[in-house]
């Protein structure tokens, strides 16, 4: 049986267009936590009206304003609630619940802030070669960018401390928000802790994940925007 977290720890759920698949995402998370937070970013589709057929929270912004901006407001309204330990999980299906428990046990054995999943830590179940090496050159990027040693980018399962989860602030509301966060987590100077997590690819994630010219686009922002600062 997966060990279940404790009511401290919160789930934040960006969400947007996946009403077709929140549900499982969602059974398989309530497996393992009490507090999830749904935010819905301005869907299309019925993403609301499945989240709100689960015991959890759903948090809805009017109009689509990305990932990055998503996950502010669930770690600002975890935060508001009192969590001590604030977690992100995809709404793809593409993350494994039972990754969460490990996180949060390796955060108080290790006295880190930041608990951070890796796909080449652990398993890239389906992963496309196209992808792999699209990931690895990320990971290259943004060690060169935020001199933070890591072994993988661009995952969005992690677990943070209530300490950690203020240090955050994000800016960038598009998919460069996962190397934004890294950059902050990397100038805290807060301890962080990299995790063997599994990542499950299938058609329709694929479809949905970042294409090549997006991420060379992205690293061109992401440069810019420490030139600028």
Same mark, same amino acid.
């Given at each position: 049986?997966?060990?279940?977290? *404790?009511?401290?720890?919160?789930?934040?759920? *960006?969400?947007?267009?996946?009403?077709?698949?929140?549900? +499982?995402?969602?059974?398989?998370?309530?497996?393992?936590? @009490?507090?999830?937070?749904?935010?819905?970013?301005?869907?299309?589709? &019925?993403?609301?009206?499945?989240?709100?057929?689960?015991?959890?929270?759903?948090?809805?912004?009017?109009?689509?304003?990305?990932?990055?901006?998503?996950?502010?407001?669930?770690?600002?309204?975890?935060?508001?609630?009192?969590?001590?330990?604030?977690?992100?999980?995809?709404?793809?299906?593409?993350?494994?619940?039972?990754?969460? *428990?490990?996180?949060?046990?390796?955060?108080?054995?290790?006295?880190?802030?930041?608990?951070?999943? +890796?796909?080449?830590?652990?398993?890239?179940?389906?992963? *496309?070669?196209?992808? @792999?090496?699209?990931?690895?050159?990320?990971?290259?990027?943004?060690?060169?960018?935020?001199?933070?040693?890591?072994?993988?980018?661009?995952?969005?399962?992690?677990?943070?401390?209530?300490?950690?989860?203020?240090?955050?602030?994000?800016?960038?509301?598009?998919?460069?928000?996962?190397?934004?966060?890294? &950059?902050?987590?990397?100038?805290?100077?807060?301890?962080?802790?990299?995790?063997?997590?599994?990542?499950?690819?299938?058609?329709?994630?694929?479809?949905?994940?970042?294409?090549?010219?997006?991420?060379?686009?992205?690293?061109? @922002?992401?440069?810019?925007?420490?030139?600028?600062?």
């Amino acid at each position: 049986m997966t060990d279940r977290l *404790p009511d401290d720890v919160w789930v934040v759920v *960006p969400a947007y267009n996946e009403g077709s698949r929140l549900g +499982s995402v969602l059974q398989g998370l309530l497996q393992v936590a @009490k507090n999830v937070v749904v935010v819905d970013d301005g869907s299309a589709d &019925d993403t609301a009206e499945a989240a709100l057929r689960y015991p959890v929270w759903v948090l809805r912004h009017v109009v689509n304003l990305g990932q990055g901006a998503a996950l502010q407001t669930g770690i600002t309204f975890a935060l508001r609630q009192g969590a001590e330990y604030v977690a992100t999980f995809d709404a793809d299906g593409q993350h494994e619940p039972a990754d969460l *428990p490990a996180m949060l046990a390796a955060l108080r054995e290790s006295g880190a802030d930041y608990a951070l999943g +890796s796909r080449f830590l652990g398993r890239a179940d389906g992963i *496309p070669l196209g992808r @792999k090496l699209m990931l690895k050159a990320a990971v290259w990027f943004t060690r060169l960018m935020s001199r933070i040693s890591i072994s993988d980018t661009h995952n969005g399962i992690r677990m943070m401390t209530r300490r950690g989860a203020e240090r955050i602030r994000i800016t960038m509301n598009r998919m460069e928000h996962a190397s934004e966060i890294l &950059d902050q987590i990397a100038r805290s100077g807060l301890k962080y802790v990299e995790l063997p997590v599994t990542i499950r690819y299938t058609e329709t994630s694929l479809a949905k994940g970042q294409r090549t010219s997006a991420a060379v686009r992205l690293g061109l @922002k992401i440069l810019a925007e420490k030139v600028l600062r």
